[in-house]
Nanobody, 128 residues
C-alpha cells in the first residue's frame, strides 16, 4: 500500500512563493509518473504539473507554466516530489493533491484517471 503525504501548504500573499512536498512510502513503490492536481471551492479538480519518474520529463498546465516547477528526489526507498510555486496569484488558491501512477496506461498525464494513488491534499491560500 502506497501512502502519499503532502506538506508545505499555507497562506501567502500574492507574488509570494511556497514549496509543496509529497513523500511516498512503500518498499515496492515504483511510479511511472507523479503529478500535482488542485481543486478550488466549487470547481473541478484540475491538472497542475507532472513528472516522469525515470526520465524526469516534466509537464505543466498553461496557467502555471513559467511560475511553478516540479521536481523529484529518490533517496534509497524514500521518494519525494516537490512543487515550487513562485509568483503566486489569488487564483492559485486551492487544495493541492499529490498523485502517483504505478501502471502503464495510454491515458494522458493530465488526466486524473491516469493516477491510482492520491494524497489527502494540502491547502494553499493566496491573498490579494
Amino acid at each position: 500500500q502506497v501512502q502519499l503525504v503532502e506538506s508545505g501548504g499555507g497562506l501567502v500573499q500574492a507574488g509570494g512563493s511556497l514549496r509543496l512536498s509529497c513523500a511516498a512510502s512503500g518498499r515496492t513503490f515504483r511510479p511511472y509518473i507523479m503529478g500535482w492536481f488542485r481543486q478550488a471551492p466549487g470547481k473541478d479538480r484540475e491538472f497542475v504539473a507532472a513528472i516522469t519518474w525515470s526520465g524526469g520529463t516534466t509537464y505543466y498546465a498553461d496557467s502555471v507554466k513559467g511560475r511553478f516547477t516540479i521536481s523529484r528526489e529518490n533517496v534509497f526507498v524514500k521518494k519525494t516530489v516537490f512543487l515550487q510555486m513562485n509568483s503566486l496569484k489569488p487564483e492559485d488558491t486551492a487544495v493541492y493533491y499529490c498523485a502517483a501512477a504505478t501502471f502503464v496506461s495510454s491515458l494522458r498525464y493530465d488526466s486524473a484517471s491516469r493516477y491510482d494513488d492520491w494524497g489527502q491534499g494540502t491547502q494553499v491560500t493566496v491573498s490579494s
